[in-house]
């Protein structure tokens, strides 16, 4: 089965400072990834989603995410954190098993980013 | 371009009721996923519709159920409600229902089971 494992809970950062999320994968065949964030009482947002070629993926908000084939990991980053990245994040892999566009989602992590 | 519209925003229903929620698509989007999000059990797969079709379905007992119309909106319907199905459910439309088309979510309806 498909699955994607995230081992952060919560990830604190300082604005101005990198940041990074971390993901891990576990698929048979090849990894159709995704990126989602959630905000207090909405919905999930899409980031970015690497389906296959270049390793480093760039997505919305100043996002991007790094690809490693040989960790099986999936890191979502950027370069500097704004208060107002602090929210909920999901990474998701496409689950083949049945067929269609089923996500098989993380656990999230709870991004907080402090002055 | 309208995202994906959920309705009615939170509900409060009592055990043993039912209830019916609302999902429209992004225009042009022909697949529509449900998923549910609870603090304990994270984000789970409810199923997906494609041009009228049950194409995939998660694993949730029979009280949950859906269904698509002719133009793509879905419906999902919890019958005999309990304590446990408490949740947010979201609603998701993608254009071609392919393995690279990203979802795109809705706000979500909050039920609230009493």
């Known amino acids: 089965a498909q699955s994607v494992a995230q081992p952060e809970d919560q990830v604190n950062v300082a604005e101005g400072n990198p940041l990074t999320v971390k993901c891990t994968y576990s698929?048979?065949?090849?990894?159709?990834l995704f990126w989602y964030v959630q905000y207090p009482n909405r919905g999930l947002q899409f980031l970015l989603k690497y389906i296959t070629g270049d390793n480093l993926v760039k997505g919305s908000y100043g996002f991007e995410a790094e690809f490693n084939k040989s960790q099986t990991s999936f890191h979502l980053k950027k370069p500097s954190a704004l208060v107002s990245d602090s929210a909920l994040y999901f990474c998701?892999?496409?689950?083949?098993?049945?067929?269609?566009?089923?996500?098989?989602f993380g656990t999230g992590t709870q991004l907080k980013v402090e002055l | 371009k309208a995202g994906v519209t959920q309705t009615p925003r939170y509900l409060i229903k009592t055990r043993g009721q039912q209830v019916t929620l609302s999902c429209s698509p992004i225009s042009g989007h022909r697949s529509v996923s449900w998923y549910q999000q609870t603090p304990g059990q994270g984000l789970q797969f409810l199923f997906e519709y494609f041009s009228e079709t049950q194409r995939n379905k998660g694993n949730f007992p029979g009280r949950f159920s859906g269904r698509q119309f002719s133009n793509s909106r879905s419906e999902m319907n919890v019958s005999t409600l309990e304590l446990g199905d408490s949740a947010l459910y979201l609603c998701?439309?993608?254009?071609?229902?392919?393995?690279?088309?990203?979802?795109?979510f809705g706000n979500g309806t909050r039920l609230t089971v009493t």
């Open positions: 698929v048979s065949g090849n990894p159709y």
């Open positions: 998701a892999v496409r689950d083949i098993t049945g067929g269609g566009n089923k996500l098989t």
């Open positions: 998701a439309s993608s254009l071609a229902g392919t393995e690279d088309s990203p979802l795109h």
